[in-house]
């Protein structure tokens, strides 16, 4: 498969996913605009997402 596509997917799948937590879980919306008005305190929120980041397009990566 192009790996244009594979990233595609992954980029729709993310979507997907993000909005069904968010139409299902309404809490989780108000958590995540607290994280984005209190960014210095929930710093961690962000490496949260960069470890999201890293295990859907770098995990899967070949080396060499």
Same mark, same amino acid.
């Given at each position: 498969?192009?790996?244009?596509? @594979?990233?595609?997917?992954?980029?729709?799948? #993310?979507?997907?996913?993000?909005?069904?937590?968010?139409?299902?879980?309404?809490? @989780?919306?108000?958590?995540?605009?607290?994280?984005?008005?209190?960014?210095?305190?929930?710093?961690? #929120? @962000?490496?949260?997402?960069?470890?999201?980041?890293?295990?859907?397009?770098?995990?899967?990566?070949?080396?060499?």
């Amino acid at each position: 498969m192009n790996p244009r596509w @594979v990233f595609f997917f992954k980029l729709c799948g #993310l979507a997907i996913v993000v909005i069904a937590l968010i139409l299902l879980f309404p809490p @989780v919306l108000e958590f995540v605009e607290m994280g984005a008005r209190e960014l210095r305190y929930l710093w961690w #929120l @962000v490496l949260l997402l960069a470890l999201a980041v890293w295990l859907i397009w770098g995990l899967g990566k070949k080396k060499g």
